[in-house]
């Protein structure tokens, strides 16, 4: 049902629902932004005459083309900042948050898009380096980050939205989740013994959903003044993929060439994200709409909310152990 969902929306034209109205004078920082999704979001927020787009990657001289490439396709210079920011490395995230959080006046959109696609075992910060990239860390920068948004909703009368980018493959990896629920779900997720490479993407995304899911439970709009939505930009033509294995490569290239979008198109949903209001707080957003109706009853239910509470439990416990107040602390 997922996949044929997904093949579905695939071929549907989506709309641009971000505009100058929306964006105008704004500030966004979109990580993962020197290629693909995170590139083409970046590009139509500056298009669309906000004020400061910070691109937040691990490459910098491959941001600084970004920036280049951004401001002779859209006219528009002294926009774009390049920062950098390295989702494998918990010191890393840390500097950038502190450095938004100090340097920038106000924040009206954080698209967390960084990611990355790996199917050969390495680590990073003592985890499996997909999930410390696609779930620790995604989450610890959201953290950290939610004081800043907070105070510049009251500063400027605003919603700031934080955007988490998923993806629907997650709903396919049930049978990953189920082979290391009963114990911690870390520890599994950290033993390559059981580990299926080929399905860790799809593994982290649905873990990372779970997450953000009850990040956004605790953290309700009207406390926070905080929008934080997930994204499920769909197949599209981007770079993820780039670190796998031949094979891996050969057979996602042969997929996206039937039916992937481009990024740009990609790229709306995102943009769809950042202005889709307060209704969409903890929702899952797809092809520029709420889609909670695509959310497997197993992850909504009972056994779901169970699951999403463990999770997210464990990862307090290790982010708290990283930096202390961090969660406990949130505005």
């Known amino acids: 049902m997922v996949m044929l969902r997904l093949t579905a929306e695939q071929y549907r034209k ?3 629902l971000a505009n100058e109205s929306t964006c105008s004078g704004k500030t966004y920082i979109v990580t993962g932004s020197n290629s693909g999704l995170g590139l083409e979001t970046a590009r139509h927020l500056v298009e669309y005459s906000a004020s400061c787009v910070v691109l937040a990657v691990r490459n910098l001289a491959a941001g600084e083309y970004a920036k280049k490439d951004i401001e002779k396709s859209t006219g528009r210079n002294g926009v774009v900042e390049v920062w950098h920011l390295d989702m494998a490395s918990y010191a890393s995230v840390r500097t950038f948050a502190k450095k938004a959080s100090t340097e920038l006046d106000r924040i009206d959109g954080l698209v967390a898009n960084a990611g990355v696609m790996l199917d050969t075992w390495s680590t990073a910060e003592g985890m499996e380096t997909s999930v410390t990239a696609n779930v620790t860390n995604t989450l610890f920068l959201g953290a950290l980050m939610m ?165 997210w439990k464990e990862l307090v416990a290790r982010l708290e152990e990283v930096q202390p107040g961090c969660i406990s602390q949130l505005p």
Request: overall charge positive; charged content about 25%; some cysteine.
């Open 147 to 311: 004081p800043k948004l907070s105070e510049s909703g009251r500063k400027f009368g605003i919603q700031p939205t934080l955007v988490f980018i998923v993806s629907v493959l997650g709903y396919t990896a049930k049978s990953e989740i189920d082979k290391i629920r009963g114990g911690s779900i870390f520890d599994g997720l950290n033993d390559q013994k059981r580990a299926n490479m080929d399905q860790r993407y799809a593994l982290t995304k649905l873990v990372e959903e779970c997450a953000v899911r009850q990040f956004a439970a605790l953290c309700p709009v009207k406390r926070t003044g905080v929008i934080v939505n997930m994204v499920a930009p769909g197949l599209c033509s981007t770079g993820l993929g780039r670190d796998a294995r031949t094979f891996t490569k050969i057979m996602h290239e042969m997929i996206r060439a039937m039916m992937a979008r481009t990024a740009e198109v990609g790229s709306r949903t995102i943009l769809h994200g950042l202005v889709a209001g307060e209704e969409s707080h903890g929702k899952l957003l797809s092809g520029c709409k709420i889609k909670e109706y695509w959310v497997p009853d197993w992850v909504s239910n009972a056994e779901g909310q169970r699951l999403q509470k463990d999770i």
């Open 14 to 16: 989506l709309p641009i």
